[in-house]
């Protein structure tokens, strides 16, 4: 059975709107775009190099599949951990708009988007990677189909854009797995879907034993 992961990068308020560049997602009226740029370091590459060199596969939403599908084919270098993988491996993309696509080994997900994840995982062996992808993983993330969260917090404050964990969010317990940081001050979080939260309370006299429940 594969497991799938996602990776995201986030300001400290939880913003996930265009790391990479000022014209990868403006809607809203977004104006930061490239936030994660100044933080990259040798430490950062070196992770990503090994967390794709882990992947047999990608999952990935309208938005991203776009944006990876107008850069990587032209990185050529067979010795690029990320454009080696990206270029090669399957790519099954979420979208309701698109009708075809056309990079290499890429496959368009028809009809019920949770079950044709939860059968790519049942059949599926190592790890199905999401990239960014922030509402195709909030979809997911509802249907409980993501087995790691692999959280990349950047030390900058953006006070707008899309967040990947908003209102709404399905309350999920956390396990953390494994911790880093770059040297540019960037904290690499891993992180297993561990349940419902539980509950207690400090107020005196109250019980303070932990309970489950909705919130």
């Not at 990185?75 to 290499?104: C, F, G, I, M, Q």
């Not at 404050?157 to 209102?167: P, S």
């Amino acid at each position: 059975m594969a497991k799938v992961s996602l990776t995201e990068f986030l300001s400290l308020d939880g913003v996930v709107q265009a790391p990479g560049g000022p014209n990868e997602d403006t809607s809203g009226g977004f104006d930061c775009g490239g936030w994660v740029v100044p933080y990259v370091d040798e430490d950062m590459m070196r992770i990503v190099g090994e967390r794709f060199r882990a992947a047999e596969g990608f999952l990935l939403g309208r938005r991203t599949y776009e944006i990876f599908a107008a850069h990587w084919p032209r990185v050529t270098d067979p010795d690029d951990p990320v454009a080696s993988r990206l270029n090669n491996l399957p790519k099954y993309v979420a979208s309701t708009t698109l009708d075809k696509v056309e990079w290499h080994n890429s496959t368009l997900i028809a009809g019920d988007v949770a079950e044709a994840v939860a059968e790519l995982k049942r059949r599926g062996e190592g790890e199905l990677q999401i990239h960014g992808s922030g509402t195709f993983a909030q979809y997911l993330m509802a249907h409980d189909l993501i087995d790691e969260f692999r959280l990349w917090v950047y030390p900058v404050v953006l006070g707008q854009g899309k967040r990947l964990f908003a209102t709404g969010a399905v309350p999920t317990a956390l396990r953390l797995t494994d911790s880093r940081t770059t040297g540019s001050g960037v904290a690499v979080q891993t992180y297993e879907p561990a349940g419902r939260p539980t509950f207690g309370s400090f107020e005196l006299g109250a019980d303070q034993g932990l309970s489950g429940g909705a919130c």
